[in-house]
Structure formats: structure tokens, C-alpha cells
């Protein structure tokens, strides 16, 4: 199972920030990176990242770099806005291409209802766009907005380690519904000792006495020893 994460945008992308200069790609990057730590503990997952966290990588090489590994599921990760000041829309949404593909649509479902329930966020649905990243691609393709960066509240919970985990493990959850995957089962790592039973067959003051009996028990075939 080959799966890239885009975290949308970029380091240096014009716009794109909360009106208190927090940027979305900080998110969007944390939460890709989150995903990808968890979805390393599945069995035959390889991750991807469509991103650089150096530089802004143009949408056609994201989906050509996708196309040509032959990931199976492809999710761009976002945070979304409404204007360029501080406003009341807020809520998570998911994004699948205009012709609604079949797999598509049933991730989407999958992992919008995950972010929902792990958030506690309104529930916008699930919506069609055609968006580059999901026109372009030829395998599954998503696109998830976690939230507001133009809401103050959203914004916050935005720039939160903690909310950035919920929503990486909200994504996970879904693919993991959808794909069926399989966690790697760990070593144990304190094996259980074999027990050891001893047989003792008498006791001696005199140590002739017990030589005797070693010697004894040696001709019948045992191996015993002698402790003091």
C-alpha cells in the first residue's frame, strides 16, 4: 500500500497565513508528518510526502510524482480560510473530485467523519472540487480543510501540537477503516522465562555417604552432582 501526503502550499507561499501571520503550511506540514509516524506502525505501508518543507513544490510536479510511484491513495492536507480577516466561518470539510469517484468518495466519508467526531468541529460534508491535486492524480485522491485560519477560535486549535495530532490520527483512522490495514505486531519485549524444575533425592552430613549415592545413581544411568 503506497500512500502520499501533500501538505498543501508551502513555506513561501504568498497569502495562505491567519490575519495574525500564522501560516497554514505550518499546519498542514505538522499534521502530513504526524500521519506519516503513525501510518509507519501498518503492515506494507510505504509514505510519501508530495512536499518540501524547504521550498513551494509547484502543483503539476506533486501529481506527477504521484503518478509516476503509483502510490494507491493520495491526501492533501489543509487548513482552510474565508477572506483575509477575522470571521465566523468555521467547520471541517472534505474534498473528492467533480465526477465523485466511488473510492473516493468512501475515504472521504471515512476520514471526515473521523476529523469530526476527534475534533468536535462542525461538519460541513463532503464536497467536489476540481482542485489540481485531485483532477491530476490518477489513483484515490482526497482533500481535507481542518479548519479555519480566518476563525480566531479555529486558529488557535490550528497552531496546537495537540490538534494537529487529533486531526493526523482522525486521517489515519479513516484510511485504516477504508483500506483495512494491519498494525505491525511488536516483538515481546520481556519473554517469558522457561521454568527449571530441580529434583533433589537426599541430603548428607557424611560426604562419603553421598558419593556413594552418586555413585550409585552414575551406573543406573543419571548424571548427578554433588553440592555443598
Known sequence: MKIMLDAGHGPNTVGKRSPDNFKEFEFNHKVAEYTKELLNDYKGVTVYFAHSKQEDI???KRSDKANKLKVDCYISIHAN??????????????????TKPKEAVDLAEKVQK???????????????????VLRETEMTAILC??????????A???????????CAEAIVKGI????????????????????????????????????????ELKEKGYNP????
Open 225 to 228: 552432582i554433588l553440592v555443598e
Open 176 to 215: 485504516v477503516d477504508q483500506y483495512h490495514l494491519k498494525k505491525i505486531t511488536s516483538p515481546t519485549k520481556n519473554p517469558v522465562k522457561k521454568k527449571i524444575y530441580r529434583v533433589q533425592i537426599g541430603a548428607f552430613e557424611n560426604k562419603e555417604n553421598a558419593q556413594a549415592l552418586i555413585k
Open 58 to 60: 509547484p502543483l503539476k
Open 145 to 154: 480543510e481542518c479548519g479555519f485560519y480566518t476563525n480566531k477560535k479555529e
Open 156 to 166: 488557535s486549535l490550528l497552531k496546537s501540537k495537540t490538534y494537529q495530532k487529533t
Open 114 to 132: 473521523n476529523l469530526v467526531i476527534e475534533t468536535g468541529l462542525r461538519n460541513r460534508g463532503i464536497k467536489t472540487a476540481d482542485f489540481h
Open 81 to 98: 480560510a474565508y477572506g483575509t480577516t477575522w470571521n465566523d466561518a468555521n467547520g471541517i470539510e472534505t474534498y473528492v473530485y467533480v
